[in-house]
């Protein structure tokens, strides 16, 4: 069973910074495109960052120049480095990832969420 995890949520003040990391476990064959998402009550699910195995990562403007999307393909795990955080980030972020299971078979899976809290 292929799980998504996350860390790295918590509090912080207007200006810091996090790091969330999420790993993919469990039996599949590769792990192709990964991005993080988040959620604010009410409103629908939007895209932060998103890395396309070998391509460049894509960012909204509402993040460009402080978010940094990156991966370590060894261990199977997507980071996201915020910096200069402010209140509008406060939100669940999610990450996502497009696993082949096998050669040609495809799903797409969810982690569970790390909240994120910036303080003015």
């Known amino acids: 069973q292929v799980q998504l995890v996350e860390s790295g949520g918590g509090l912080v003040q207007a200006g810091g910074s996090l790091r969330l990391s999420c790993v993919a476990s469990?039996?599949?064959?590769?792990?192709?495109?990964m991005g993080w998402y988040r959620q604010v009550p009410g409103k629908p699910r939007e895209l932060v960052a998103y890395s396309m195995s070998g391509g460049s990562p894509n960012y909204p403007d509402s993040v460009k120049g402080r978010f940094t999307i990156s991966r370590d393909n060894a261990k199977n795990t997507l980071y996201l480095q915020m910096n200069s955080l402010k209140p509008e980030d406060t939100a669940v972020y999610y990450c996502?990832?497009?696993?082949?299971?096998?050669?040609?078979?495809?799903?797409?899976?969810w982690g569970q969420g790390t909240q994120v809290t910036v303080s003015s």
């Open positions: 469990g039996s599949f064959f590769s792990v192709n495109a």
């Open positions: 996502n990832a497009e696993i082949s299971v096998v050669p040609k078979l495809t799903y797409d899976y």
